[in-house]
């Protein structure tokens, strides 16, 4: 590795290195987390001459899926926790996405800094 490769390496860790401590702020930040994914159900209730069957449907149903053991499971969310659940379902997401690319990163700078540590190894006796 020459001088210019090494301090082309080393710009890049330095930035993988804020990027990494950008995502450990989202990672720090006390939140609540409603694990899984939602899905949005259209509602149909089929009384006779209701509004859904003339092409207006209700506010759609929400349902949280998740793993449980291994299995999807489905819950129905309560219309009253419709927000809620939105707000920490995007909250649980967020979480997952930063700590996935802080791994990344994380084993990105590993190997750079090994890259760097070797390329800066002296023969000896000394040239
Ligand atoms: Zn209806």
């Not at 090494?6 to 993988?16: D, E």
């Not at 930040?29 to 939602?38: D, I, K, P, V």
């Not at 092409?55 to 949280?64: F, N, R």
Request: hydrophobic share 35%.
């Amino acid at each position: 590795m020459n001088d210019s490769e090494a301090s082309q390496l080393r710009l890049k860790a330095s930035r993988l290195a804020a990027e990494r401590q950008h995502l450990e702020k989202t990672l720090m930040q006390h939140r609540r987390f409603l694990r899984g994914s939602l899905l949005e159900r259209p509602k149909f209730c089929g009384k006779p001459g209701c509004k859904c069957t003339k092409g207006q449907p209700h506010p759609p149903g929400l349902i949280l899926s998740r793993l449980v053991n291994g299995a999807v499971r489905q819950i129905f969310i309560r219309a009253s926790d419709h927000e809620r659940a939105r707000k920490e379902a995007l909250a649980y997401k967020d979480y997952r996405q930063a700590s996935l690319r802080w791994r990344v990163i994380d084993k990105e700078l590993n190997r750079i800094l090994e890259d760097l540590g070797a390329s800066q190894e002296e023969s000896y006796p000394f040239e």
